[in-house]
């Protein structure tokens, strides 16, 4: 990797489902791009439920936004305040570093594989 090539992170957001967009709104209001919302089932601590004694596991949305490395820290901030994750039961966001990002043109991280360096394809 090049040392003037822009290093990426993933801040992976877990909220309750339905806080995915308000999360998502957030990021991109810090400077984030854009994210993929995914869905799936968990329980953390301060979600234990039960209905008629068979425990109920929560539905997720977790939100994956790639950001500059620069942008990380005023993105996850955001997205905290925005989805109240330091309130129990509300959250959790990560962020890990990417190694290598191939495909997000927008991000700088595409060139043209076609040997075509004057933009006239024929």
């Not at 004694?53 to 305040?81: D, F, H, N, W, Y």
């Amino acid at each position: 990797m090049n040392p003037e090539e822009v290093r990426h992170d993933l801040i992976v957001t877990i909220v309750p489902k339905g806080a995915a967009e308000k999360a998502l709104r957030a990021s991109r209001e810090a400077g984030a791009e854009g994210g993929t919302i995914v869905y799936g089932r968990g329980v953390g601590i301060h979600e234990t439920r039960k209905i008629l004694g068979v425990a109920i596991e929560p539905e997720k949305e977790m939100l994956l936004t790639v950001v500059p490395q620069t942008l990380s820290r005023q993105v996850v901030e955001r997205i905290a305040e925005a989805a109240q994750l330091n309130v129990p039961g509300k959250g959790i966001a990560f962020v890990l570093a990417l190694n290598e990002v191939v495909g997000v043109c927008h991000l700088g991280s595409c060139s043209d594989s076609s040997g075509d360096t004057d933009g006239d394809a024929t």
